[in-house]
Structure formats: C-alpha cells, structure tokens
C-alpha cells in the first residue's frame, strides 16, 4: 500500500491531517450517517451505488460536519461572544445548532426567500435570525454588521479551512464503511464538501475520481474549471435552494485540482433524481440532496466512455430540508 | 435474568423459537434495517423514541420478512409450482422478490384500487398480476381460484404462521439493537406484525409493554378487542391504504392476549405524524407507516396516566410505499 499522500505541501486550506482531527473532534456529536443501497437503482445505471445519507445528520444535512468542527475549534475566548454567518438555510440551521451544543450564541443572516423549513431549523435551535436581502452583497453587509455589533466570529458556509476540514469526514467515514468505492460524485456549491471529500479520498487513494454536480441555473463551478478562474454569476436560478454560493479562495484550487469533472444538470433532471430517491430508497431528500443522482443519471455522464469504468459509485445525499409544498409543486414543473 | 417465555403451550401459530428460525431463515437475503433517534420528536413527548426504519426493508415494507420466511419455508416440492396470494400491495410486492430470490413464479391477486407504486414493486420483481375487485370477498375467490389453475401454494398476507414468525424478527432485531425499550407501538391490519413483535417481546421480556395502532376508518381490531372476538366491517376508509385487512384465527388469539391495548387515530392524525417523519426524521413512510407515530401524539395515549411510564418507546415504521400524488393530496385534506 502506498503511503498515505497528505496534500501538506500543496498549500491548501485544510489536509488529512486536518481532517482526521475533524473527526475526532465532531465524533461525540455528530452522526455517522447510514450508506444506503439498491439493486433496483443498480440495475437501471449497470453500477453499484453507495448513497451516503447525510440527510440523516443532525440539522438534517451534512453541514453540522463542517459547522461542529468550526465552533469546537474556537479557543474560549474567541467562543464566548459567539458565531455568526449568512448562509441559505442549511449551514445557518447547523451552526445555530452547534454553538447551542457549545453553549454560546449563534446569529444567522438569512435571504428572505429561505425555505420556511429551513428557517424553522434555525429557530429550534436556538439560532438568532437577521434577514437580509437574498443578494450575496446584502447577506455579507448584514453579517459585518453583526460582527462589528456583537464582537461575533465569522464562520463562512464553505470557504473555510474548519468547514473543509469537517465537510471531509463525510468522506473517511464512507471510504471506512464502503473499502472498494472508485469513484464519489458530490454536490458542489460554495465547494466546501467536494473540497473535503477531494482532499480526503485522494489522501486514501490517489486513484479514486471525485466528480462535482450542479444545477445548470447556477453552473459557476462549471463555468470556474472551463475558464481556470473563479467565476460567479450575476443571478442563480434553480430548484436547488442549497446549491447559489459561489467557489471562495480556499476551495476553489482544490476544486480546480482534485475534481475530475463538474456534470451540469437541470432542474428537471434533479427532480427526477429527487422522486426516485423518495420512492425508490425511501428517503426524503432536498432538490441539492438529490443532485448527485441526477448527475449520474445525466446523458453526459451516462454516455462518455471515459467514465464507463466508474463501477463503485459513492455518491452523497447531502440534505434532506425541503418545504413539502415546493416539493410538490417543482414535481409539476 | 428469568428464563425465557417461550409461549410453547400457549397454542399460538408461532412462538419465540419459530421466530427465532425465521430470523436464521431471511438473514441472507432481508436487510438489518436501522433505528433512528430524534432529539426534536423526544423533546416533543417527552420520551425517548426509537424509530425501527422498515421503510428501507427490501421491497420497501417490512412484510418481506414475513414473505421471505414463508417461501423459504417450503420444500423444493411445495415451492415448484410457485406462491399465491392477495394482498393491498406490499405484501404482494414482498412475495414477488421473495419468489424471484427462490426462482419460483409467484401470482398476485391485486384489487384494481391498489396505490400505482405498489403495483410498480410488484411487476419489478416479477410477479404475475391478476386483478381483482377491491373487497375481500373477490380477492379470496380470485386468488383460489389461481390456486386450482396452477397449484400454487397460498401465501397469507398475515394469518399465517410462517408470516407471523417473520414479522416478529423485527422485534428481534430492534431488541438488539436498543435494549432499553419498555414499550413497542406497531400498526395492525391482519395482525401479523402485531402478533410476531408481540410474541418475541413477551418472550425476551415480559415487562415490555405492546400497543397497536389502527385508523379510525378501519378499527376492526380496536372492536374485536372490545367485543372479545374478531370483528370485521362491512366497510373500511382510511388514507392508510395498507391498513385495510381484519384480524384472523392465528393472529387474534396473540393480539387478544399480548396486545395491551389498540390507540385509534383519525386520517388527520396519521398525515400529521407522516409529515413529521418526512421533515423531521428524512424518513418517506406511507401513512399505515406512520401511524405509530400518530398513535403515540394522539391526546389518547399522551393523556393516559396509565402509559406515563412508558419512556423508552420502539416505533415501526412499517413501510414507504406511497405514491407523491396521493401523499400530497392528504397533506391537503
């Protein structure tokens, strides 16, 4: 076996190392999350899926990893006055929760047009809610407003070596309850899990390809890797409430290095992704939770030969926070 | 430790040790299913639930346990001719991945009302449909009259020994896995869950306390209980599509003894406990799957002082085969 490759030397914001200490760090808290499977899917795609079910984690998706190990990073001092961030709903509802199991305050700046679900997460546990508008601009202003009023700390959504750091535990644990998976597909927003998960199965197995999957109304990653720099769009449109964020300094050279692939797909296609995960593995997912499915049953990866040797497939159902009415009425589209 | 209650004179159509055997018998092909927890549901009841999640059972309901005990019961001369039986649905989709895993035809009495995805798992897994109108009366006479035609074995939905046995081998597992539990609270339709969970309770430990939970437009063993043998209706309506059967010879004399007592829920209890699922839990349930959850919610069971004491709570989900449409058309109700 070939000693384990640490990425210490390339410069990013978080490695193996950084990694492992995550997951010691957020084990008494967080869940390990069941790997689920199904010969009905299998049969359709002619591959053996592994679908990650971070639906299941506390907060209802994998950002309590990420947001857990921020906050039980944070010395006391830095702690005491508490955690603050901007995010769509899901990472909002994970720090309010995290800080709450630290014992000090969480406020979240939240776009007016959040899912009323994930709002509600926010307040159940005990998060302090500011409004914004929904325009990245506002979300930052309102949130330097309150780190200047509070003496709060910042804890970004995805750009951030903490949130990398923990989002890559999805990853260790996955490759430790399923050994012969050669291929992960996530999904990818402000980039903090595929980040991870890149740096995390590369650091297991160089060989492992790691593939990112975006809603085509908000295809920034996409547009990023074409044109070798971060590209952001000037509006997002898309089913998939979780996935508007843009790549930040800190994920996008992984991004850029370490994913394979970004496999564009419309809303149609994830909404599709998103009833089989309901009917067929009988979990309730998010349109984002969904995408990675979508990705794999998309004709761009189904159809290029390059991938055909992609057997073993992890892929990760990153949430499951979703108003049953938008559901139901995106399922009508 | 008291040494274990086997039921063995008591007359009953399975015991501890046939439960037992049945658990050996399935172990290859049913999957271990996982117990989930919820510190938002707790904090709601003020109890410690744990979720035995059958929805993620293969074929999507618990009842392959009881279908795949029974196949693999036969011998190679009985099993030739292959399986019959009528059945809502999952039962019938049960027997037909249970008859595939055997190489064995199984033949499917449907009543032509039955929800589209449980037709769908049916024809997935290779079982023959024939269709027949949806009261018991047509549904016995067609299924015989498959049985003459080919000499297939019938293949009860509940009433039934090999069934019973089957079904309790979830309270075998879910024993296992959290040994704490002092009450269990499972849905009841023909009793065979009810009957098998309760046997394989009683028999670990005679102190853990059964409920059943039945809809109010199908309470048939809620007034079996009450007049102290089985009671049929002329007519059942609940959303709970899966909860329409009656009680029978086998399963009655175990739900009179070992039941303690049957919580009846309105329609609008169930769609409330399966919407808490779907938010909550991540978990999609059809409605009969949910309704130990309404069971334990209802004002019926909360303000009991006789069930105060009942802190360490098992809850089966029994199933999620739900067709969206339906589902969201009773959100709306």
Chains 1, 2 share one sequence.
């Not at 890559?168 to 644990?173: A, D, K, P, R, S």
């Not at 996008?252 to 970004?262: K, N």
Request: charged share 20%; proline share 4%; net charge neutral.
């Amino acid at each position: 076996m070939e000693p384990e490759y640490t990425n210490a030397g390339d410069g990013y914001a978080a490695d193996i190392v950084s990694i492992r200490e995550a997951q010691a760090r957020i084990k008494p808290f967080a869940r390990k999350t069941p790997v689920f499977t199904s010969d009905t899917l299998d049969s359709v795609v002619g591959r053996k899926l592994y679908f990650k079910c971070e639906c299941f984690q506390k907060g209802g998706a994998f950002k309590f990893r990420g947001a857990c190990n921020a906050v039980f990073s944070l010395d006391d001092a830095q702690a005491t006055k508490g955690v603050v961030t901007h995010s769509s709903g899901n990472h909002a509802a994970a720090l309010s929760l995290a800080a709450k199991l630290r014992g000090i305050p969480a406020y979240v700046v939240v776009p007016r047009n959040a899912p009323k679900c994930k709002l509600a997460n926010v307040k159940r546990y005990g998060g302090q809610v500011i409004f914004s508008e929904p325009t990245m601009q506002s979300r930052e202003d309102t949130a330097n407003k309150v780190m200047r009023d509070t003496g709060a700390v910042l804890i970004p959504s995805s750009n951030d070596g903490r949130i990398i750091s923990g989002q890559g535990t999805i990853c260790l644990e996955l490759l430790e309850q399923v050994s012969q998976i050669d291929t992960l597909i996530v999904p990818i927003c402000g980039g903090g899990m595929a980040s991870g998960v890149a740096l995390a199965a590369k650091a297991i197995n160089r060989a492992i390809r790691i593939f990112a999957a975006e809603p085509l109304g908000a295809n920034d990653a996409f547009l990023s890797k074409k044109n070798g720099r971060i590209t952001k769009l000037s509006e997002v449109d898309t089913v998939a409430d979780g996935l508007g964020a843009f790549l930040g300094d800190h994920t996008w050279p992984i991004v850029r290095d370490l994913v394979e692939d970004i496999i564009v797909v419309d809303d149609k296609e994830i909404i599709q992704a998103m009833k089989l995960c309901y009917e067929i593995l009988k979990v309730a997912v998010e349109p984002s939770g969904a995408i990675g499915l979508a990705a794999l049953l998309s004709d761009s990866f189904k159809n290029n030969a390059a991938y055909s040797d992609c057997k073993h497939v992890g892929i990760v159902l990153s949430g499951g926070n979703v108003d049953l009415g938008v559901l139901w009425n995106s399922f009508h589209k």
